[in-house]
């Protein structure tokens, strides 16, 4: 039982580079979520799936587009990478759809734009 | 949207001694506020969390406390040690869209 499973752990690109972001969870949970960490800001939404077949914006969409991929996989990806995207980018599942509840995070994949 | 602010947002004690971290919330609606801990490089875990139909949940040595009039929580660790250093998340969340709103986060240093 791995949890959340997020791929890569580290990458590096340039302005203008595309890249996707794996996320996968093993618990059978129906929702996930993607979250951005910069120093001093918390952790912000992304993107979230509250079960298989949608997606919604959360704070700070611009630039990412999401993809639910079944009920196990939700992937990231920024189609123009530019440095204000620098970021440790973080992968969570939740069991609960309708109500919060406790987030299960990934290890986390950082990502620097040059 | 909800904005969560959370203070102190760096916060040094002595081995044994309290600590204290406060977060407030404008969305009148929240009603799930989880506590995070986030060690060096590590991911961030839940350790408490509380739902607005209580004013007061304890965990052996961390406790949070409520006030939905105030729209405001805390995180309250006792006899703190070395390893209760890390980054500390305070969110909220509502139904409809169980989405979690985070604080700017407060890293605890625990000097031995």
């Known amino acids: 039982n791995a949890g959340v499973t997020q791929t890569p752990k580290f990458q590096v690109l340039k302005t203008g580079q595309s890249m996707t972001l794996q996320c996968a969870q093993d618990m059978n949970h129906n929702s996930m979520y993607w979250y951005r960490q910069d120093p001093g800001m918390g952790l912000r939404l992304i993107y979230y799936?509250?079960?298989?077949?949608?997606?919604d914006k959360g704070e700070v969409p611009n630039g990412y587009n999401v993809s639910r991929l079944n009920k196990r996989e939700f992937s990231l990806r920024l189609e123009s990478a530019a440095p204000s995207q620098t970021s440790v980018y973080f992968c969570?599942?939740?069991?609960?759809?309708?109500?919060?509840?406790?987030?299960?995070f990934g290890e986390g994949s950082r990502l620097t734009v040059l | 949207g909800e904005n969560v602010e959370q203070h102190p947002s760096t916060l040094s004690v002595q081995e044994g001694d309290s600590a204290v971290i406060k977060c407030t919330y404008s969305?009148?609606?929240?009603?799930?506020f989880p506590w995070y801990k986030q060690e060096l490089g590590k991911r961030p875990q839940l350790i408490i969390d509380i739902r607005s139909n209580v004013g007061e949940k304890k965990d052996q040595r961390i406790a949070v406390t409520l006030n939905k009039t105030a729209k405001h929580f805390s995180l309250h660790i006792t006899e703190t040690q070395p390893e209760d250093s890390a980054v500390y998340f305070c969110a909220a969340g509502r139904n409809a869209g169980n989405m979690l709103t985070f604080g700017g986060g407060t890293r605890l240093m625990v000097k031995p």
């Open positions: 969305d009148s609606a929240s009603n799930y």
């Open positions: 799936s509250a079960s298989e077949g949608t997606t």
């Open positions: 969570a599942s939740s069991e609960l759809t309708a109500t919060p509840g406790e987030l299960f």
